[in-house]
């Protein structure tokens, strides 16, 4: 008889915490705790709903106060918050591995990224991005000192496709009705890679089904991996308006003060637009597990309309 293992989810309430919460719940093999600031929220009023246990917690908890959450929990999925805590970031990712590991968690998958500055050598620093890389190298070395107790895998997100929708919605043109797509992706470098959010999911629930296989693994997430003028065609063809495609070059960007964040979203597109989103980690692994949207196909899904 098979027993069903506790998958404790931070950031559950969010976009790819909630990915995970969704696959999880389709899968009898597994119960869901919610990790939350706020219990009593709507979101977590609905996650109850699910079925799903909510328990009080915050990345910048004692390292005490995350283990007794994590309490019972075979597997753990921690995503952190670098735009909440800043510098922060790395120390409390660190204590909520440690956290993990004191609760007796067997494994743990972390949402790491890209780490920028030692690809580019120094050149280009994303601290969103290298941070989160500092917290997987800590990992790494927790489940090397603990090899036969705690396994650990990591996912590496895209650039979400979701963002296409709200951060980066072609505008219209008063003039001809058409419309302009503007990002600083540059058509003459590297295509971006980009993914539907909520399918990190069921990579995740495919990492923790198979978790020998997938041990120290980094899995990046990519359903489709696509230059400006590439994208600004697929929105033609699905929504049937002209949708033309406009370069602002990184270092025009940066100095886009409107624009929240505008200096470490440049350097992430200097990065890409040199190395692409992973630079050369195999990405042909999240595609086994599981199929991923290509960009046409998530937009025909939103029933994307341009108006």
């Not at 980009?194 to 995740?204: K, L, N, Q, T, W």
């Not at 495609?245 to 624009?259: A, E, G, T």
Request: proline share 5%; net charge neutral; hydrophobic share 35%.
């Amino acid at each position: 008889m098979t027993t069903t293992k506790l998958i404790s989810v931070f950031g559950a309430s969010g976009q790819q915490g909630g990915g995970v919460v969704e696959a999880l719940l389709k899968n009898s093999n597994f119960k869901v705790r919610a990790l939350t600031r706020n219990p009593d929220s709507e979101s977590s009023k609905k996650l109850k709903e699910q079925g799903v246990e909510v328990v009080r917690c915050d990345d910048s908890d004692s390292k005490e106060m995350i283990q007794d959450a994590l309490a019972g929990s075979y597997g753990v999925f921690c995503v952190t918050n670098y735009w909440a805590y800043f510098e922060k970031e790395v120390q409390y990712g660190r204590n909520m591995a440690d956290a993990a590991l004191a609760a007796g968690v067997k494994h743990f998958v972390f949402s790491s990224l890209t780490p920028m500055n030692k690809i580019s050598e120094g050149r280009i620093s994303v601290p969103h991005y290298d941070q989160k890389y500092e917290i997987e190298e800590y990992v790494r070395e927790l489940s090397k000192l603990n090899s036969n107790t705690f396994i650990s895998s990591f996912v590496y997100a895209p650039g979400y496709m979701q963002n296409f929708l709200t951060f980066y919605p072609p505008k219209k043109n008063d003039q001809d009705g058409t419309f302009t797509l503007t990002t600083p992706s540059d058509p003459n470098g590297k295509p971006l890679d980009i993914g539907d959010i909520s399918e990190m999911g069921y990579i995740v629930e495919g990492i923790l089904m198979d978790p020998i296989k997938y041990s120290g693994a980094v899995i990046p997430i990519s359903g489709d991996c696509l230059t400006g003028p590439q994208i600004a065609e697929i929105y033609t063809k699905v929504t049937g308006k002209t949708v033309n495609f406009n370069f602002i070059p990184p270092s025009v960007f940066r100095n886009l003060k409107f624009i929240h964040n505008s200096d470490a979203i440049a350097s992430m597109y200097e990065f890409c637009n040199q190395y692409g989103a992973f630079g050369n980690i195999d990405k042909s692994i999240a595609p086994k597990i599981h199929k991923l949207k290509s960009f046409e196909e998530f937009l025909i899904k939103n029933n994307v309309k341009l108006e």
